[in-house]
Structure formats: structure tokens, C-alpha cells
């Protein structure tokens, strides 16, 4: 069984930086693409970086394109969010997820596993 733990969240300033960790532990072979999505109060899950298997083409979403970077290690079943720029309305609970297959999807419903999740808050 895939398990999926977040951490690296927390309290900034509008205009700091954050950087999230996922460590992934069980089944190499059930982890393909991984991503993140995040979680306001009264607002649907939001999509916020995917990565492909091997690392390729990382997607993101216009609000955080340019200040937000995902990327994965793969020998330590690792991957991370780099948030830069961090603004009032990037406030929310975020989530590592990671799907069986090898291509990402800004699709939540398209994930195996999830996290539970990391608490950002960004002050103005």
C-alpha cells in the first residue's frame, strides 16, 4: 500500500517562500506521476503542480506558473513544492498525491493515493 506524508508547511508573509516535502513509502512500481493540490475553507480541491514519472514536464496552473516549482527524487521517494512569491490567497491545506500511472493529470479524481495534508498560511 501506498502512503503518501507532506510536510514543510506553515506560517509566511505574503511575498516569502515555502518548501513542501512528500515522502512516498511502499511499492515502487504503484508510484507513477505525482502532484500537488491544495484545499481553501468553502472552496473545491484546486490543482497546483504535477510531475510525470521520470520527472518530465512539470504542469502548472496560471495562478502559481513562475512562482511555484515541483520536482521529484525518485532513489529517495521523495518530492517537493517550492513556493515563492507566496500570496494571501495560496492559503489553504495542500496535498501530495501520486497516481499508478506514468503520465500527470490536473485531474484530482485521476489519483490513487493521497496525503493528508500540509497547512500554508500566507499573512498579508
Known amino acids: 500500500q501506498v502512503r503518501l506524508v507532506e510536510s514543510g508547511g506553515g506560517s509566511v508573509q505574503a511575498g516569502g517562500s515555502l518548501t513542501l516535502s512528500c515522502l512516498a513509502t511502499g511499492p515502487d512500481f504503484s508510484i507513477g506521476a505525482m502532484g500537488w493540490f491544495r484545499q481553501a475553507p468553502g472552496n473545491e480541491r484546486e490543482f497546483v503542480a504535477a510531475i510525470s514519472k521520470r520527472g518530465h514536464t512539470p504542469d502548472y496552473p496560471e495562478s502559481v506558473q513562475g512562482r511555484f516549482t515541483i520536482s521529484r527524487n525518485n532513489n529517495e521517494n521523495m518530492m517537493y513544492l517550492q513556493m515563492s512569491s507566496l500570496k494571501p490567497e495560496d492559503t489553504a491545506l495542500y496535498y501530495c498525491?501520486?497516481?499508478?500511472?506514468?503520465?500527470?493529470?490536473?485531474?484530482?479524481?485521476?489519483?490513487?493515493?493521497w496525503g493528508q495534508g500540509t497547512q500554508v498560511t500566507v499573512a498579508s
Open positions: 498525491a501520486a497516481r499508478n500511472t506514468y503520465y500527470d493529470s490536473r485531474n484530482s479524481r485521476e489519483y490513487d493515493y
